[in-house]
C-alpha cells in the first residue's frame, strides 16, 4: 500500500528554518513526482514546489522562490523541503502528494496524499 508520511514540522520564529521530510513506503518513488503543499486555516490549499521524477526538474510557487528547496534522495525513498527565511504566512499545514512522471501544481491530479506536518511561524 502506497503511503506518504510527512515530518520535521513545528514552531519558528519569522526568519528562521525548517526542514520537511516526506518519507515513501509501498512503492518507490522512481517514477512519481512529488509535490509539496500548504493550507493555512480558512483557506484553500495551494501549491508551494514539485520535483520531478525525470530530471530532478523543480518549480515553486512564486512567494517561495529563493527561500524554499526541494530535493529528493532516491536511495531513501524521501523528498524533501527545505524552509528558509521564514515569514508568519507561510504558517499551514504542509502536505506532501504524488503523481506519475511530472509536476502539476492542481491539487485533484495528485492521487495519494500525506498526513501534514504543522508549521507555524510566530514570535
Known amino acids: 500500500q502506497l503511503q506518504l508520511v510527512e515530518s520535521g514540522g513545528g514552531l519558528v520564529q519569522p526568519g528562521g528554518s525548517l526542514r520537511l521530510s516526506c518519507a515513501a513506503s509501498?512503492?518507490?518513488?522512481?517514477?512519481?513526482?512529488i509535490g509539496w503543499f500548504r493550507q493555512a486555516p480558512g483557506k484553500e490549499r495551494e501549491a508551494v514546489s514539485c520535483?520531478?521524477?525525470?530530471?530532478?526538474?523543480?518549480k515553486y510557487a512564486d512567494s517561495m522562490k529563493g527561500r524554499f528547496t526541494i530535493s529528493r534522495d532516491n536511495a531513501k525513498n524521501t523528498i524533501y523541503l527545505q524552509m528558509n527565511s521564514l515569514k508568519p504566512e507561510d504558517t499551514a499545514i504542509y502536505y506532501c502528494?504524488?503523481?506519475?512522471?511530472?509536476?502539476?501544481?492542481?491539487?485533484?491530479?495528485?492521487?495519494?496524499w500525506g498526513q501534514g506536518t504543522q508549521v507555524t511561524v510566530s514570535s
Open positions: 502528494a504524488a503523481r506519475v512522471y511530472v509536476c502539476s501544481g492542481v491539487v485533484a491530479d495528485y492521487h495519494d
Open positions: 520535483i520531478s521524477r525525470i530530471g530532478g526538474i523543480t
Open positions: 509501498g512503492f518507490t518513488l522512481d517514477y512519481y513526482a
